[in-house]
């Protein structure tokens, strides 16, 4: 059997490592943009080969797949699944596990999942607006000051929302100039990289609550969720510094988090499966992949939407597939043949925890965290039995391997429970350096008590007003009070 995986991250590399854990001994194949030494490792030691290439090239991909006979493809990241390779994979009659194109729309435009979200009326909607024009964002945001979360419209590497509070009226004429002078900055800068959507600005109703990301496998039929993982976005301790694409993530026992119910749990699947089903109404395509919800526990809605990953999460990946206990080829088999519902998705029952090194300059200068000689010692998570995920690490030609500008690597450690996952994971970190002496940083708080009961006692905030709001019958329904009007109600 062989296997052709693309995406060259450390959620690939955990992909990798699941499916050559199978029963079935696959060859491993895999496009990658740089030579991660995790896959690349995984594709010698099983007889398969790394090509080094665009990942998002539907003529690359094309010609690799044509000299081999795949018995499928396996994409990680979103990009490939934007640029339609999925699409080109299976036209050339090779299944595929990733979202078509249209179906990966879900995560690519945020305007397009709340559309969806409101037209099938399901629940975990947010209130929104899009503008494919800077100035029209900029004439709503002076008319209305309200609190809100301003977004690049595209899933831009998860750069670029702000969310902010228009509580203060003493600071309403500050929190307007940070408001008008962020969606300038989405438009003209972040944006400007796209040119393949319409829309542009996504203006949402705040909310608040601790997140957490519900990752699926599906068939386009059936929807097997797998344990909730927390992602900690903010770069340094106590969650401050700028938003990178996660520093660290956490799991708990019974595929639940120290701040989520069995119940919200639950709900959260079915958002996520009727956001599948209305995507099959909508484009007659059965999706074959990984669908996740970034969710968030709000006083609206309990579980609500943030956005739609078409992936696995990053590092949210690491948490789960080191501890999938089902094959993850027959897992893949049965995406194919749209059987899903008869596969036992089972992890083992236990506490994870996964924490990323980056170098100094990751996320906002990652010029200055690129190129850096880099010096790995393995059997040092070994010894404490973690495990390593290689990230944004190159080879070069003289088999040295090289800094990335994103997270280099990721380390996974597992235990009875979260705190104790998380000392083993510390006592692993060292693991890395860089040899010209560049710093590399990592949080050392994920999966500590006090960051728990932080979370923890958030969410016992926002469930108490939630249930308040459920009792009174307002789920789904605004409330304004206009001078001279009087109460107006709006359903939504
Ligand atoms: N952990 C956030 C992401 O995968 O985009």
Redesign the pocket.
């Known amino acids: 059997m062989k296997v052709l995986l693309i995406g060259h991250g450390a959620r690939e590399h955990a992909i990798a490592e699941a499916i050559t854990r199978s029963v079935y001994a696959p060859k491993l194949y895999a496009i990658c943009s740089s030579k991660n030494p995790g896959i690349l490792k995984l594709c010698r030691e099983t007889g398969g080969k790394l090509f080094k290439g665009d990942e998002n090239s539907r003529e690359f991909v094309s010609k690799i797949v044509s000299e081999r006979s795949f018995d499928f493809v396996f994409i990680g990241p979103e990009e490939p699944l934007f640029h339609g390779i999925s699409d080109t994979v299976e036209k050339m009659g090779i299944p595929c596990i990733g979202a078509k194109e249209k179906l990966a729309e879900v995560e690519r435009s945020k305007a397009y999942m709340r559309r969806l979200m409101w037209k099938y009326k399901i629940p975990g909607r947010l209130k929104f607006i899009a503008f494919k024009d800077l100035r029209d964002a900029i004439t709503y945001i002076e008319a209305y000051a309200e609190s809100v979360a301003i977004k690049p419209a595209r899933q831009a590497g ?1 750069k670029g929302v702000k969310v902010i509070s228009d509580f203060q009226a003493y600071l309403k004429d500050e929190k307007q100039k940070v408001k008008l002078a962020h969606a300038k900055d989405v438009v003209e800068r972040l944006m400007s990289a796209y040119d393949d959507i319409e829309d542009r600005i996504l203006i949402e109703e705040k909310v608040e609550g601790p997140e957490y ?1 519900m990752q699926c496998f599906t068939d386009g039929r059936t929807v097997l969720p797998m344990p909730a993982v927390q ?1 900690n ?1 903010n770069a340094f301790n106590d969650d401050i510094g700028p938003e990178t ?2 520093m660290g ?1 956490i799991s708990g026992r019974e595929g639940l988090l120290p701040f989520l119910t069995k119940e919200e749990y639950g709900e959260s699947v079915e958002i996520v499966e009727k956001v599948v089903h209305a995507l099959h109404k909508e484009t007659g395509e059965r999706y074959h992949g990984l669908i996740a919800g ?1 969710m968030m526990l709000t006083d609206k809605w309990g579980p609500t939407i943030i956005e739609f ?1 078409s992936r696995f ?4 990946a690491v948490n789960v597939l080191p501890i999938l206990e089902t094959d993850m080829i027959d897992i893949c088999e049965a995406i194919i043949s749209e059987s899903l519902h008869k596969v036992k998705l089972e992890f083992r029952d236990t506490a994870t925890v996964v924490k990323c090194v980056a170098a100094w300059g990751y996320p906002n200068y990652r010029d200055l965290a690129k190129g850096h000689p880099v010096h790995v010692d393995e059997s040092i998570p070994e010894k404490y039995g973690c495990r390593l995920y290689y990230g944004a690490i190159d080879i070069d030609e003289k088999g040295q391997m090289i800094s990335g500008g994103s997270r280099l690597i990721e380390i996974f450690g597992e235990a009875e429970t979260i705190p104790e996952a998380s000392e083993k994971v510390e006592k692993s970190i060292n693991c890395i350096q860089l040899t010209d002496g560049w710093r590399v940083f990592h949080r050392s708080d994920i999966g500590t008590p006090e960051l728990l009961r932080k979370r923890i006692d958030l969410a016992n905030l926002v469930r108490m007003l939630y249930h308040y709001r459920k009792e009174k019958g307002l789920i789904g329904i605004d409330i304004d009070w206009i001078p001279g009007k009087g109460k107006i109600v709006h359903e939504y």
């Open positions: 998860g990301t992602d976005k694409g996660g993530s970034q990953y999460g990053d590092p949210e």
